[in-house]
């Protein structure tokens, strides 16, 4: 499975397929942005990736095949050097935005479907694989988990606890 290396679709990938498959059998490879891995799909260079809209969608379109979904969110990362005040703002402007396009997700569309350059119009995408939600913070528990879980696959030293590196 091709996937873009620490980030949220390395992680939620080798989540899934570990939990169906077993961990000894799953086989990573780095595979650059969302475009790129469905580029190299298209052209047969690699046999699975991990993309999110609207490369989904495209895919679909285009007759390839869903083996595996999830969701993930990662809306709530952001700069460490933000004030309470301002990381408050973001989150409020981010949870204002949810709602805008939970309202009418076909009027900003577009916005998704660029990446596709043309390849696909906003109307295309499908809202099976599109979520947009309100802020969650990460609690302790589950973060420790998730921490933990980085830390056996050797994808962070773990010399950080939950309050250094979440706010609010």
């Known amino acids: 499975m091709v996937v873009q290396e620490l980030t949220g679709s390395h992680y939620t990938t ?72 301002e990381r408050k703002a973001y989150y409020d402007a981010e949870n204002r935005a949810v709602d805008l396009i939970n309202g009418d997700f076909y009027k900003y569309a577009h916005h998704v479907a660029a990446a596709a350059k043309g390849a696909l119009q906003p109307r295309e995408l499908l809202r099976a694989f599109v979520h947009y939600k309100h802020v969650d913070y990460y609690d302790p528990a589950l973060f420790n988990r998730a921490y933990d879980w980085m830390k056996a696959r050797g994808m962070t030293e773990g010399q950080s606890q939950h309050a250094a590196l979440v706010v609010g």
């Open 14 to 85: 080798l989540q899934m397929l570990e939990s169906a498959v077993g961990r000894e059998h799953v086989v990573i490879r780095n595979g650059s942005l969302p475009s790129k891995r469905w580029e190299g799909l298209r052209d047969r260079t690699y046999r699975a990736v991990a993309v999110m809209e609207p490369f989904i969608s495209l895919g679909l379109k285009e007759g390839a095949h869903i083996i595996a979904a999830s969701f993930y969110r990662g809306g709530e990362v952001v700069a460490a050097d933000l004030t309470a005040d």
